[in-house]
């Protein structure tokens, strides 16, 4: 029987993808040099160099400048912007709060697992309102170590308390979140957005978190 749930961050209680543009159309209004980028362009070109945010920011500004002939000069100024104001933009999944809420309510306990930089993930969950919810938040900065890593999940375990066969994960990363997760005893939970991925080797697949309200308080929790 599960006693906690663990939870990726981003992507999986945190809509990156609605995160991610709202900061860059913040940025293209702001900065009178990007005006000279259509905007729709602008949009386009960082999200496709952000890869989903495994892409190198930096990297990313100074090829936008370098495309459209602008001073790379600038390129540490945009990236700059983007450590500092990037996670104040976080936003939630609408159904987040409505199923942290009913989580704790079933008496589940809980926490976060989360690659990372310390102040930007930590200003994340500050922002879409999940601190109050998590008994351990670990930021693989911090921690000084990050997914796929077995022993930031060790690491959860024994600050909780608990063994491995008594927590869920959830997260949207194949490698990072599921199989490394499987890899230390837990059962995972695949939470898809968009994208198609192999999900086989899932324990459970989810669209939306509402999904793990019938799997894990109306019985199917029993099973394990």
Excluded: W
């Excluded at 000279?36 to 100074?62: C, M, S, W």
């Excluded at 060790?154 to 599921?178: I, K, T």
């Excluded at 490394?180 to 939306?208: C, N, P, R, W, Y």
């Amino acid at each position: 029987m599960f006693k906690a749930i663990l939870f990726d961050l981003d992507q999986t209680l945190l809509d990156r993808k609605r995160t991610f543009r709202h900061f860059i159309e913040d940025q293209h209004q702001r900065h009178d040099m990007l005006q000279q980028i259509p905007r729709d362009a602008f949009l386009e070109d960082l999200t496709v160099l952000d890869d989903n945010g495994y892409g190198d920011k930096h990297r990313a500004y100074h090829a936008i400048l370098k495309k459209y002939d602008l001073n790379t000069i600038h390129t540490d100024l945009l990236y700059q912007d983007f450590r500092g104001n990037y996670a104040r933009c976080a936003q939630p999944y609408p159904d987040t709060h409505e199923v942290l809420q009913a989580l704790q309510a079933a008496g589940f306990r809980m926490g976060i697992i989360t690659n990372g930089m310390t102040a930007t993930q930590a200003t994340k969950m500050q922002s879409i309102g999940v601190e109050p919810f998590m008994e351990v938040a670990l930021i693989s900065e911090q921690e000084g170590i990050k997914k796929p890593n077995p022993e930031i999940f060790q690491r959860a375990l024994q600050r909780m308390g608990l063994a491995a066969s008594e927590v869920l994960f959830v997260g949207d990363h194949p490698e990072n979140d599921v199989r490394a997760a499987q890899g230390v005893g837990m059962k995972a939970v695949l939470k898809l957005d968009g994208d198609e991925v192999d999900t086989s080797f899932a324990d459970h697949v989810i669209a939306d978190l509402r999904e793990l309200l019938p799997l894990l308080i109306s019985g199917s929790n029993s099973q394990q």
